[in-house]
């Protein structure tokens, strides 16, 4: 089992930036957080959940949805079991939330059926 808990989220202005945090805890016998593949998705209002960006084990393989490309940046912390999403320049289209992912074999899936497991999510509102 791997616990994920989403934090950082809040009320920005447009061209903000926010960072978010998702603390992972492994309760699987034997597995660490460095072996998961890990991903951002969000959910805005009235839409579906849809993929934001993903990374892969040792931080050196990325993924981003096109409208985040340029902006957003994934990251993680093997050491600390920690997954991380800075967000610059933050547009009113970026609201929603924010949910992190996980899964050992995704291979950076895009999908929701490709990870196993999930947070509760943190909301991001950009408004002015």
């Known amino acids: 089992q791997v616990q994920l808990v989403e934090s950082g989220g809040g009320l920005v202005q447009p061209g903000d930036s926010l960072r978010l945090s998702c603390a992972a805890s492994?309760?699987?016998?034997?597995?660490?957080?460095?072996?998961?593949?890990m991903a951002w998705f969000r959910q805005g209002p009235g839409k579906e959940q849809r993929f934001v960006a993903a990374?892969?084990?040792?931080?050196?393989?990325?993924y981003y949805e096109d409208s985040v490309k340029g902006r957003f940046t994934i990251s993680r912390d093997n050491a600390k079991n920690m997954l991380y999403l800075q967000m610059n320049s933050l547009k009113p289209e970026d609201t929603a939330v924010y949910y992190c992912?996980?899964?050992?074999?995704?291979?950076?899936?895009?999908?929701?059926?490709?990870?196993?497991?999930w947070g509760q999510g943190t909301r991001v509102t950009v408004s002015s």
């Open positions: 992912a996980a899964d050992l074999t995704s291979s950076m899936g895009s999908a929701v059926r490709d990870y196993k497991f």
């Open positions: 492994i309760q699987t016998f034997r597995r660490t957080f460095g072996e998961y593949f």
């Open positions: 990374i892969s084990w040792s931080d050196s393989d990325t």
